[in-house]
């Protein structure tokens, strides 16, 4: 009746990620950190290995799969790449090439896709302003429609990628207000690409982990963006959002379990050579207990991740689950990943005494990396809020 096993296809897919992760992420890592960019050589061979774009049709040259196997490698690379940066680069363009995909113009996939797949451009996602994150109904960004464009004026922040779509091409899958007065159900969906578009300015910002992929903003003013650009139709940007949103918080969460698990089968290493009191530490139940809980709460929140991914891909392709149904299961997992997976990285160092401390230790990137979910793609509060609209009825939510 339930079947836990993955296919022979995607246990392949796992073995050439794990591989692809220990023999050319881990050696590069510490170059990565230092100039805090990701190697084109990764990203070359990322693009070789067709995960680029991975879930977009192959008639635009991507794999066409689906999105448990998208979270097979946000896992894995996560594992690989504890501090979370190549993982982002990776699910960020996954998801948000999904709906581009899905819902874009040809002209749009046209000139995006062929590039993206080489690495040649970034797919991002430019939702959040500096006044408004979570209410995202109180987004500023206006796109007025002038003939076959619109002038969009905004200014978005703290989005992943921008260096990378400043310097590479690219843009970012972006909701602008439409219809002002109809709140979230005035709102369109756009493909904003920085650089081919004249009078935007981009910031940039230093964050706490993550090295690896910029973060930072970008200014509209008065652009003028012809209507290809426009993601599906006028004024129903906020539903195909949350679309992307699910998609992405899905793969964030195992991005978070992989990270962890590393951190813990580090931890596990060290505290089975480290002697105190004449014994190994592991062998102390204070440790011991601890470690149980971590595991425990990591294989239950990646189970619950596959399970919400996988009710994702069935709704995406053939329905069977509610839209509420699929928010609700991911949104479970994007709160318990990034807590869960931050306290098992945390423990991880403390078992490793200073060492664990050190910056020479890689937990502390862990849980640099991690902390970032917490936020990125919908904090963890919000991701209460959805778990709770659907357990009490939207009639009990806080505002309206
Ligand atoms: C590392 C990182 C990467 C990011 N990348 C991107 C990106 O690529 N694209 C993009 O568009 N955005 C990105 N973001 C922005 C992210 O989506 C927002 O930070 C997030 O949605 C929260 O919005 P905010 O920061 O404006 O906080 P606010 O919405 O101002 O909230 C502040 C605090 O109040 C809490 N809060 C708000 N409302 C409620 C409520 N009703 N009940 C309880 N608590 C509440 C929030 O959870 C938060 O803790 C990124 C953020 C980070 C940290």
């Known amino acids: 009746m339930i079947d836990f096993t993955f296919s022979e296809e995607q246990e392949i897919l796992r073995a050439n990620l794990r591989k692809f992760g220990e023999e050319k992420i881990s050696p590069r890592l510490a170059e990565m950190v230092e100039k805090k960019e990701i190697p084109q ?22 794999l066409g799969l689906e999105a448990v ?14 501090g979370c940066a190549i993982p982002t680069f990776f699910l960020v363009q996954c998801a948000w090439s999904y709906i581009l995909d899905k819902y874009g113009s040809e002209e749009v996939k046209q000139e995006v896709f062929p590039r993206m797949r080489k690495g040649q451009a970034f797919v991002g996602v430019g939702v959040t302003e500096p006044d408004a994150g979570s209410d995202v109904a109180s987004c500023k960004t206006t796109a007025v429609r002038k003939g076959s464009t619109y002038i969009v004026s905004g200014e978005k922040g703290y989005i992943s990628g921008v260096r ?14 439409t219809t002002p007065e109809l709140g979230t159900r005035g709102m ?42 426009r993601i599906g139709e006028e004024d129903k940007g906020f539903y195909l959002v949350n679309q992307g949103f699910e998609f992405a918080r899905g793969l964030i969460a195992l991005v ?34 601890v470690l149980a809980e971590d595991y425990s709460k990591l294989e239950a929140t990646r189970l619950l991740a596959y399970k919400a991914l996988w009710m994702y891909q069935k709704e995406q392709r053939e329905g069977g689950f509610s839209r509420f149904q699929v928010s609700g ?21 403390q078992w490793q005494g200073a060492y664990g401390y050190s910056m020479d230790c890689p937990e502390q990137r862990a849980l640099r990396g991690i902390r970032s979910y917490t936020l990125a793609e919908g904090s963890t509060e919000v991701m209460k809020l959805i778990v709770t609209r659907e357990l009490l009825g939207k009639e009990y939510l806080a505002y309206k």
């Open 69 to 82: 196997a998208a979270g097979i490698v946000a896992e894995e690379l996560g594992k690989a790449d504890v």
């Open 256 to 289: 978070c379990v992989g990270a962890a698990s590393k951190a813990l089968e580090n931890g596990i290493n060290y505290m089975k050579q480290r002697q105190a009191f004449g014994r190994p530490i592991a062998s102390y139940e204070g440790l011991q207990f």
């Open 329 to 349: 299961a991911i949104a479970m997992a994007k709160m318990l990943a990034p807590l869960w997976a931050f306290d098992a990285a945390n423990h991880a160092m």
């Open 41 to 62: 050589e990764l990203i070359k061979e990322l693009s070789e290995m067709g995960l680029l774009g991975m879930c977009i049709s192959p008639e635009y040259g991507g």
């Open 164 to 177: 990378e779509a400043e310097k590479y091409g690219g843009g970012f899958v972006t909701l602008a207000k």
């Open 188 to 229: 369109t969906l756009f493909f904003f690409p920085i650089k081919a578009v004249g009078g935007v300015t981009t910031r940039y910002t230093e964050e706490l982990g993550r090295e690896g992929i910029s973060w930072g903003g970008f200014y509209m003013d008065n652009v003028t963006v012809p209507e290809h650009y």
